[in-house]
């Protein structure tokens, strides 16, 4: 069989299970169109924005190397523990915005509300961060392009592809998202090359900036207070830093539902995840202790005068002190690129979180329409509407916009991860009731239940812990307490609300159904698409560099 006639099987067999959704009375009309390499590269594009290289610099002045290293190398394994959980659920049952619908189906309709509306206001809170980062970025070269023509330029941007066919989102991800990938490991490369002594002034500074003797207090440093109470309070500042920073599983599972075969896809997808971690947060959060010093004057007031794009980067202040031309200008470029691909990549998770919210009727009917390629168009449009806030970069200096997001979302991420632990092992304890392995699975997680109480402990204590510094004497802030703690007040009343209003119950162990109709509509998909996945050039390249 040719390539053409793969492909075209492929799709008419994705398209006939969308048919069938519609023939057993659900309203799901989207259309299985992304395969295993936009999968991955999604979870990428979603993952890794100017947080890990430009706002990771304000965690490394208040902790210091070692603090930051040890933060982010912590928080992976939390994240580790979240990605256990879902892999298992969602492989066995991939459907769009998979965790929202869980929560409704394994715990009560009224967590499954506070799911949905916390993600998808985390998600579209990130949009206009990224598109203010934008802004900043752009800076590094020139300021004398129209702040509004550039808000314009990146909302559109974001409509044309998203607004159409998924198939352009997903190819638009896998190739920004490979940007981003080049940009991190190059990085990694970076470091280990000057630190060595291969730079233009030959400055083989190896772990100087580690070394308490040539740096005051390295490698720990002391924020608020001194002595081991600030080396405390330093580390706990990265750690804040490492939650907002480091993501993954929540990006490869909000596509389930529009994945080409899967449960062949997804594991994969998943078991991915660690190397992310590895690669990209652990050795990158490494790398940005060992090219600059936590106290250098250079970056203190890089961060003070929140110096656009890139210039605010450790990395670049690193390039700047060795003399090394040029590199500063590609750095910015790919995080221009990085910063485009992550606001790309909030817009389809939140209009596809609206979209399973319409189809839970918690959201207006409108939300639930389609146009012919399966995209939930007026939840994208929704999505876009709430990006409008960039606008307030205009009246507003942008560090303080950014500021203001960033404050508002890390809360939502962790009450997000939460949900899914919790959800979780009420779905490992409804499978042990009702009697069914484990085993049986198309995929099982490891460590089980330990992961999810493990996640589930660290998520919320963080999330309580992440605007710490108001309750101190003397820094007491109301927006800061505002935009820290908001989103913990509002779902326990979102989930009250809901209860009383549709007088939902508690799932029993013994009735929770792990959603038939939809595991039985994938089986029946997946028969249909026995056989390779469209054998096209690009896939063939990505099965190679995965193998």
């Known amino acids: 069989m040719d390539m053409k006639s793969n492909d075209e099987n492929f799709e008419q067999a994705s398209k006939k299970n969308d048919d069938d959704f519609d023939f057993q009375g659900s309203s799901d009309h989207t259309h299985r169109k992304l395969k295993s390499r936009h999968i991955q590269l999604m979870a990428i594009g979603g993952t890794i924005g100017t947080a890990l290289f430009v706002q990771i610099g304000q965690a490394l002045t208040e902790g210091g190397p070692a603090s930051l290293f040890i933060a982010f190398t912590l928080w992976s394994t939390f994240i580790l523990a979240i990605n256990s959980c879902l892999s298992e659920m969602v492989t066995w049952i991939p459907i769009t915005s998979p965790f929202v619908r869980f929560a409704d189906h394994f715990v009560d309709p009224a967590l499954g509300l506070c799911a949905g509306v916390n993600f998808f206001i985390f998600e579209a809170a990130l949009i206009p961060f990224?598109?203010?980062?934008?802004?900043?970025?752009?800076?590094?070269?020139?300021?004398?392009?129209?702040?509004?023509?550039?808000?314009?330029?990146?909302?559109?941007?974001?409509?044309?592809?998203?607004?159409?066919?998924?198939?352009?989102?997903?190819?638009?991800?896998?190739?920004?998202?490979?940007?981003?990938?080049?940009?991190?490991?190059?990085?990694?490369?970076?470091?280990?090359?000057?630190?060595?002594?291969?730079?233009?002034?030959?400055?083989?500074?190896?772990?100087?900036?580690?070394?308490?003797?040539?740096?005051?207090?390295?490698?720990?440093?002391?924020?608020?207070?001194?002595?081991?109470?600030?080396?405390?309070?330093?580390?706990?500042?990265?750690?804040?830093?490492?939650?907002?920073?480091?993501?993954?599983?929540?990006?490869?599972?909000?596509?389930?539902?529009?994945?080409?075969?899967?449960?062949?896809?997804?594991?994969?997808?998943?078991?991915?995840?660690?190397?992310?971690?590895?690669?990209?947060?652990?050795?990158?959060?490494?790398?940005?202790g060992i090219v600059v010093s936590y106290s250098d004057p250079n970056l203190l007031q890089a961060l003070s005068d929140a110096r656009p794009g890139a210039g605010s980067s450790p990395y670049v202040i690193a390039m700047q002190r060795l003399h090394i031309k040029v590199l500063p200008d590609i750095v910015n470029a790919l995080i221009l690129t990085s910063i485009f691909s992550a606001g790309n990549s909030y817009v389809y998770n939140a209009s596809r979180t609206l979209y399973e919210l319409a189809l839970e009727g918690k959201a207006p009917k409108v939300f639930k329409r389609c146009n012919r390629n399966g995209v939930p168009v007026w939840c994208v449009i929704a999505t876009l509407g709430i990006a409008l806030l960039s606008f307030l970069q205009v009246s507003n200096?942008?560090?303080?916009?950014?500021?203001?997001?960033?404050?508002?979302?890390?809360?939502?991420?962790?009450?997000?991860?939460?949900?899914?632990?919790?959800?979780?092992?009420?779905?490992?304890?409804?499978?042990?009731?009702?009697?069914i392995s484990r085993d049986t699975l198309p995929h099982k997680s490891f460590w089980q239940p330990f992961s999810a109480y493990y996640g589930f402990t660290g998520t919320i204590v963080m999330a309580f812990v992440g605007g710490y510094t108001v309750f101190l004497p003397g820094r007491w802030d109301v927006p800061s307490f505002f935009f820290s703690y908001t989103m913990i007040g509002v779902l326990p009343v979102l989930f009250v609300y809901w209860k009383i209003y549709r007088q939902t119950k508690w799932r029993k162990l013994e009735d929770i159904t792990f959603l038939d109709n939809e595991r039985l509509l994938v089986d029946r998909y997946e028969e249909e698409c026995v056989g390779e996945e469209p054998s096209s050039i690009l896939s063939r390249i990505w099965n190679l560099l995965q193998s």
């Open 130 to 288: 990224e598109v203010t980062a934008f802004n900043v970025v752009l800076q590094f070269w020139t300021d004398k392009i129209p702040l509004v023509a550039v808000i314009c330029f990146v909302l559109l941007c974001y409509l044309a592809l998203n607004l159409w066919t998924v198939r352009y989102f997903g190819e638009s991800e896998f190739w920004f998202a490979s940007g981003k990938v080049i940009l991190a490991v190059g990085l990694i490369f970076f470091t280990f090359i000057t630190m060595v002594g291969g730079n233009p002034i030959h400055d083989a500074y190896g772990f100087r900036f580690w070394d308490p003797s040539r740096v005051q207090g390295a490698p720990f440093a002391e924020y608020i207070r001194t002595g081991s109470l600030g080396r405390f309070l330093g580390f706990l500042s990265c750690l804040i830093q490492a939650s907002f920073t480091i993501a993954g599983p929540d990006m490869v599972s909000i596509a389930a539902g529009e994945a080409q075969n899967p449960r062949r896809i997804l594991p994969r997808a998943f078991k991915s995840v660690f190397y992310r971690l590895t690669t990209f947060f652990v050795l990158g959060s490494l790398c940005i």
């Open 397 to 435: 200096n942008s560090a303080v916009v950014l500021q203001w997001f960033v404050n508002l979302v890390t809360a939502s991420q962790l009450l997000n991860y939460a949900i899914i632990c919790f959800t979780y092992l009420r779905f490992y304890k409804a499978l042990k009731v009702q009697g």
